[in-house]
């Protein structure tokens, strides 16, 4: 696949603060006419991927499963590949663990993938034609926040103690014991453990791996060598980095430099972005 074919819109003005917190998205139009075929890399979110093209697309799971069209990633997904023909445009939407919790069974989720209408049935239809009939990006973008906001105003209350523990996971970079965040809490560990869990589908140790080796892969994407991005993203050591990336996605971490899907994460998520060897 050409990357350089692909156009990469995300929401600027008003809609760049990103309105509901813990929501980040981004629109994806591929002008090549070759197949197209992509690895995605695991990623610490719960991921919504809205397919608007003419062509069918399908995903393609280590287990076997596969599922068309439009479709949600759970936490920890193994290999997941989406495989397609030509022309099309795909809206990625990125909910914080927290967010998925509150309007997705993330527990089934966890681990695998499933057909958008199988997570949010009649409604996830409605709003892809929605997206479907919409003239720009900012109509799509606005639409899709809406339509989570709306989830939201009926959600299930994730505890303010799991949500804190996620928050501070993520602003740690996974450096955070699970003794020391219930001690933040004022829970004990087996209670903190036992309600993350239940509430957003894996454990507080996996939530800190997922964590960390985002941070890793979006280092090795900028070129950063691997030894440096062992000491940088918490591991070890690098075999420690090696194994965990193994692991997590069947490669070695020069392969994760190079996965095509973090090529153009520049562009899509420049937030999250490291910049180079900057300390």
């Avoid at 606005?142 to 209350?157: A, Q, V």
């Avoid at 309600?195 to 997922?210: V, Y």
């Avoid at 050591?237 to 020069?254: F, G, K, N």
């Amino acid at each position: 696949m050409d990357w350089s074919q692909v156009d990469v819109t995300i929401p600027h003005g008003p809609l760049r603060a990103a309105p509901v917190p813990g929501v980040h998205m981004a629109g994806f139009h591929y002008r090549g006419a070759g197949p197209v075929d992509i690895s995605m890399v695991a990623h610490p979110a719960v991921t919504l991927l809205f397919y608007l093209g003419d062509n069918e697309w399908t995903a393609h799971g280590d287990t076997g499963a596969s599922t068309r069209s439009s479709v949600a990633l759970g936490l920890l997904p193994g290999s997941v590949n989406l495989s397609g023909e030509g022309v099309g445009e795909c809206l990625q939407v990125r909910l914080s663990p927290v967010v998925a919790a509150e309007i997705l069974d993330t527990a089934a989720l966890t681990g695998t993938f499933a057909a958008l209408d199988d997570v949010l049935g009649t409604r996830a239809r409605r709003l892809d034609s929605a997206l479907r009939s919409s003239s720009s990006w900012d109509e799509r973008f606005g639409l899709t926040y809406d339509f989570i906001g709306g989830l939201l105003e009926s959600r299930r209350k994730v505890d303010r103690e799991v949500a804190y523990a996620w928050q501070q996971t993520s602003r740690r970079c996974g450096r955070s014991d699970v003794r020391s965040l219930a001690e933040e809490t004022g829970w004990s560990r087996q209670r903190l453990w036992s309600r993350f869990r239940s509430q957003l589908g894996l454990s507080p140790k996996q939530a800190a791996r997922l964590v960390r080796f985002d941070r890793a892969a979006r280092l090795l994407a900028t070129g950063t060598p691997p030894a440096e991005v062992a000491a940088r993203a918490g591991y070890a050591d690098q075999p420690h980095l090696a194994r965990d990336v193994r692991s997590l996605v069947d490669t070695t971490p020069r392969g994760v430099a190079t996965a095509p899907w973090l090529a153009i994460d520049h562009a899509a998520w420049p937030s999250f972005m490291p910049r180079g060897r900057e300390r």
